[in-house]
């Protein structure tokens, strides 16, 4: 079964726009994943925020964790036409990833 | 440095045949993953193998069963093939002990249709 949900399921935007994606989960966890997924082919991780942490950067990418509200939203600035992908959220722990059900974003250029 | 691979990249059966999925890890690794995803949704993890054993194993059946070589290779194989077998099959690698959090690798997938 899913750790929990992502929302929104799809979104559109323009090029130049940012885009925010929201992950819930349902357990306790260590850690959290986000991973892109470019046309149903395999997952490239992007980023892995601790527990005990509250917000980290990676080049456009940004994301926060609020464990209280066992949540998660990554944060993507001056999307390109290349972003064009599924986002997914996963937590885990020794080797099994739990997966939310993904965002799909499409930049328009 | 090869990333990890996986054979075929599409294959068509039908219901009720047997199917060999094929997994390399990335160069240095030992642990090898598989995960289905079905469309539209995100992957649902199978089983885990480490040191030619399964370690984990997901709400998956029987019918789903694997393998990993001395070279850390894996296969996935599944019987019985029903029509809601029918998903993406990924394979992830990780190398145990190597980080403290589970990064995983993960090769381009297997699209298995079952007719």
């Known amino acids: 079964s899913q750790q929990g949900e992502e929302d929104p399921q799809a979104l559109s935007i323009q090029e130049g726009e940012n885009a925010t994606m929201n992950c819930s989960y349902k357990?306790?966890?260590?850690?959290l994943q986000w991973y892109r997924q470019n046309s149903g082919r395999g997952l490239v991780h992007l980023i892995l925020?601790?527990?005990?942490?509250r917000e980290k950067h990676s080049g456009r990418l940004r994301v926060t964790l609020d464990t209280s509200k066992k949540s998660s939203s990554l944060l993507i600035t001056a999307s390109r036409a290349a972003d064009t992908a599924s986002y997914f959220c996963?937590?885990?722990?020794?080797?099994?990833?739990?997966f939310g059900q993904g965002t799909t974003l499409q930049v328009k250029p | 440095d090869a990333g990890v691979t996986q054979s075929p990249t599409h294959l068509i059966k039908t219901r009720g045949q047997q199917v060999t999925l094929r997994c390399s890890p990335k160069?240095?690794?030992?642990?090898v993953s598989w995960y289905q995803q079905a469309l539209g949704q995100g992957p649902q993890f199978i089983f885990q193998?480490?040191?030619?054993?399964?370690?984990q194993r997901g709400n998956f059946p029987d019918r789903f069963s694997g393998h990993q070589f001395p070279n850390y290779s894996s296969e996935l194989n599944v019987n019985a093939l029903l029509l809601g077998d029918s998903a993406l099959y990924l394979c992830?690698?990780?190398?145990?002990?190597?980080?403290?959090?589970?990064?995983?690798?993960f090769g381009p997938g297997t699209r298995l249709t079952v007719l």
């Open positions: 992830a690698s990780r190398l145990v002990g190597a980080s403290t959090y589970n990064e995983q690798f």
């Open positions: 357990t306790s966890i260590n850690n």
């Open positions: 925020i601790r527990s005990n942490e």
């Open positions: 996963a937590t885990g722990g020794t080797g099994k990833l739990i």
């Open positions: 160069s240095g690794h030992d642990t």
């Open positions: 193998y480490y040191e030619e054993e399964e370690r």
